[in-house]
Nanobody, 115 residues
């Protein structure tokens, strides 16, 4: 069984920073892509950032230049450094991994940007 656990969310003021982590456990092998998504009530879950096992990254236009995704392949962990946070970044952030035939999601961590 595969488990993903996100951490690092919380309340931050506009302009502040947070670093999210997603740790994995279980029968983990050959992770191709690791990514972060976010969702607000009544909206669809949207891609924030992703990174392949070769280090190729992809970002939503709304976070380019502010967020940085990275991964530690030895630890099967993915990170999201979020800088210059805005109120519109407020959402539940989910981690996702793609392992060949299967995709797994974490349960999410709340990020709230408010003064």
């Amino acid at each position: 069984q595969v488990q993903l656990v996100e951490s690092g969310g919380g309340l931050v003021q506009p302009g502040g920073s947070l670093r999210l982590s997603c740790t994995t456990s279980g029968n983990i092998f050959n992770i191709r892509t690791m990514g972060w998504y976010r969702q607000v009530p009544r909206n669809e879950r949207e891609l924030v950032a992703s990174i392949t096992n070769g280090g190729i990254t992809n970002y939503a236009d709304s976070v380019k230049g502010r967020f940085t995704v990275s991964r530690d392949n030895a630890k099967n962990t993915v990170y999201l450094q979020m800088n210059k946070l805005k109120p519109e970044d407020t959402a539940v952030y989910y981690c996702k991994i793609d392992m060949s035939l299967n995709v797994y999601w974490g349960r999410g961590t709340q990020v709230t940007v408010s003064s």
